[in-house]
């Protein structure tokens, strides 16, 4: 499977800022329940078009993140056609190898797919990111004296690998999942914002 991925990426976790499992660090309160969303400006897999479409994940980690045995609900946009899907959840399987099979090997079970409506909006460096009846939260980055959004590169551990990641917190997170025994609402948390681009060729 061979895919190339651009796009933006939105991320908030029940973690202090900023969350330590971007360093490798055992997370606060031992675990670490977060949402993350990454929408595909520009996109194709094997030849099907996904610009536009956002996919998401509601997570469990139970422990260090580099420990894996995550637990996660994926959510994929309603907007998307039956390919597409297809085509999205090979890729966020982790069937389509490259930079993201090394992401999700650490999900030791996939609860649920499910279809639903992902509002996801940037602007000037603020986010917002609407889950269905799921997850809802705002979120802002931090800046640095010239105005630039505080960056952060080279962690060991990353959603977006390969690119930096702007540091930011929650204004506001909520996240109910029964499935995950979630009921998270929290202000003032880790958030993480950043462009990424993903891109592997299958061997001929």
Request: glycine share 12%; aromatic share 6%.
């Amino acid at each position: 499977m061979s895919y190339q991925l651009e796009g933006r990426l939105l991320e908030v976790c029940t973690c202090k800022i900023l969350c330590p499992c971007w360093v490798g660090e055992d997370p606060d309160g031992g675990v670490c329940d977060s949402a993350l969303a990454y929408h595909f400006d520009r996109g194709v897999i094997d030849g099907v078009d996904v610009c536009g479409l956002t996919l998401a994940l509601a997570t469990h980690i139970p422990g260090n993140v580099l420990k894996g045995n995550w637990r996660a609900l994926v959510f994929v946009d309603e907007k998307a056609s039956s390919a597409q899907e297809t085509a999205l959840i090979g890729v966020f399987s982790g069937k389509g190898g490259g930079p993201i099979a090394d992401l999700v090997k650490l999900v030791g079970e996939v609860v649920a797919v499910r279809r639903a409506p992902i509002h996801f909006d940037v602007v000037k460096g603020k986010g917002s990111l609407k889950i269905g009846d799921t997850v809802q939260a705002e979120l802002e980055p931090y800046r640095g004296p010239t105005g630039q959004p505080t960056t952060l590169m080279e962690s060991i551990f990353s959603t977006v690998p390969g690119s930096p990641a702007f540091v930011g917190k929650a204004t506001s997170y909520r996240q109910r999942s029964p499935e995950l025994g979630q009921n998270i609402d929290l202000k003032g948390h880790n958030a993480i914002l950043s462009d990424f681009r993903f891109e592997h060729r299958a061997a001929a």
